[in-house]
């Protein structure tokens, strides 16, 4: 099975790194809109005419199946994408709910959405969640983490200062979603922070999960191949790729 | 005199009100790259690919001089932006060097340099300075000031840590190039945190004087005419500048 991954950037990777540590697919290409990332502080219109158009790239492979990576585009855009395909999309957002739901033993366990602007605003996980039954939830926008996460700052005294800011109201979670590709890279601060106490729900080990259940993927692969595309600098993708997934 | 200013963002509002407190226009024409912001992070070649689509903008209207706030785009595309203009092109580097050098009494004095990743490594500021003979300047690329101005963060303990991250090994400066339209808004918590010592270097003032010393503009105007086009969200955009120029 041949896949495409799409992402807003270099974050994308981190869901990559989950497909391949799980050996589900023979080829992998992926795409990164790394000439406007990001795309979370941008409306929903925009948002949806950057995932179009990545659509189209997409259509010069021959790709059974696109991974939306991005959570933003994800959260708004995967109705249009579908309509404008001639193979199967699937976003992060609803694999990390049912992540979520098999994950808390109680409706009022506490759960904190974090993610960008637009993702916080497009109340995607949190709607679908308060519709199955959950009552505590809080969603926090947290767009600071993705310049810091991409400065290298996964830890150190400028991450604590904005954690300190955007949780100072928070109860400790039970479990915390990071809606964001960029966000595994700093769980183990933000887990940290909340004293060890919450499962945190990863986009990339969800839509594994998620995939294994919904797709015939059986099939282990010793190799994948991988072709990475960005709309620029695409060695400065290559180089992350490098480090992210050890290739 | 009808002129353009064009930014990458909103950032170059603070640019437009300095220009407006100085009733040097009958009419502005302002056009704020919101859509693909911000233009920091990117490469040479995107820059100038969207500055030259900023200058087809601008041939829509019958302006004598187009202003580039943004210090990227001012770093990396002027060049390209007057060989496809039928106008005028100024940028904001130049006359925040001749600022700096205005200011500055002796060539020992330190200088510190501040902006995004793109307009640091594009050394725009630096080697002019060096080559007028100054010897004692420092370059800083500060990207999490720009978000954080976006999220309204002008002081407290988060910008608190950024600085301390940024300027630890840094001596007090006798002048800061504030080299992005962001950082105007946190110029009184920088000035702070380095005792009240260093002279700020602001893009808007700067360009006022140079203006002023380039151009025939005795005429002030009562009256500025302003318009805002955004290339999404323009009701953003607006929002702001009813917020920064009391419009």
Redesign the interface.
Known sequence: MRIGVFDSGVGGLSVVKSLLQHQLFEEIVYFGD????PYG???K??IIRYALEAVEFFKNFDIDLLITACNTVSAYALDEMREYSNFDVVGVVKPGIIATENVLRSLESEILIIGTQATIASQAYEQPLRAYGFTNITSKAT??F???V??G?YD???L???M??YFRDIKIPDAIILGCTHFPLISDAIKHYFNHHSTMIHSGEAIVEYLEQHYALQHKFDATESKFFAS??PE?LKNVAKKWLAL
């Open positions: 790394t000439a406007r990332v502080v941008k409306d219109n925009t767009g600071l993705v310049p810091m991409e400065e700052l150190g005294p400028v604590q200062a904005a300190k800011h620029e600098n400065g």
